[in-house]
């Protein structure tokens, strides 16, 4: 018998909410202090001899330099080669390392580990401090939350940070199908793709982003949107 049946959705969902509230105060009080920050997405799967692991460490190492938080799920692939490029430039490297029965570990490369058990948790601390979004090659948690944040910003519940794709041969192909199905079709307006920058270009991912601080600086503490 499910929990439904035996009033144990009843009992336990109420204390729930204590945990959900100890993640988001937890997580709020160390992000509140790193200030702005860059979220990296990307696959858990790639080796480091894999080129966008590479391109993934010098990015997160160029944007540590220049002052800024780098955000990533915490784990292998990508997420440990973005931490890795924080922490060598003696940065903040964030990892927002998830819970899960297989797959993900923690990676030794963050410096300002935060571990989860909801995913919807993690999903806000991803937005809630960052200034830009860099999606390297991912599965459907990089898809996923690519669509997240593209669905706030369209809505306008966050402001119009840069997203941006690296890798041409990975994203064309959705992007491609994003245009002839989904705006020609109507599903979304036709300067929805607009907001995503498409490069392979390891030096304009980083201008893009300095560009973004510059003109506009770091967003307020807490987004009334996030709040």
Not at 25 to 45: K, M
Request: positive net charge.
């Amino acid at each position: 018998m499910n929990s439904l049946g035996t009033g144990g959705f009843v009992r336990e969902d109420p204390w729930r909410i204590f945990r959900i509230m100890a993640e988001f105060v937890d997580s709020f009080e160390t992000l509140s202090q790193v200030g702005p920050a860059v979220t990296i997405f990307g696959s858990a799967r790639l080796p480091p001899g894999n080129p966008y692991y590479k391109q993934s460490t010098e990015i997160a190492r160029a944007l540590a330099k220049h002052h800024l938080a780098v955000v990533t799920g915490g784990g292998p692939g990508i997420m440990e080669a973005a931490n890795r490029g924080a922490a060598e430039a003696k940065g903040k490297s964030v990892g927002l390392n998830i819970d899960l029965p297989f797959e993900q570990a923690g990676n030794k490369y963050a410096n300002i580990p935060i571990n989860f058990h909801y995913f919807f948790s993690r999903k806000v601390c991803f937005v809630k401090y960052s200034i830009a979004f860099i999606y390297m090659p991912g599965g459907f948690g990089t898809l996923d939350e690519l669509f997240e944040v593209l669905t706030l910003i369209q809505t306008h519940r966050i402001p119009k940070y840069p997203i941006i794709l690296v890798g041409k041969d990975y994203w064309s192909g959705l992007l491609k199908w994003s245009k002839s199905t989904l705006e020609k079709g109507g599903y979304i307006s036709p300067t929805d793709l607009e907001l995503v920058t498409l490069t392979d270009d390891t030096q304009k991912v980083i201008d893009i982003v300095l560009d973004y601080k510059r003109r506009v600086g770091p967003p307020p503490v807490m987004p009334p949107t996030l709040a």
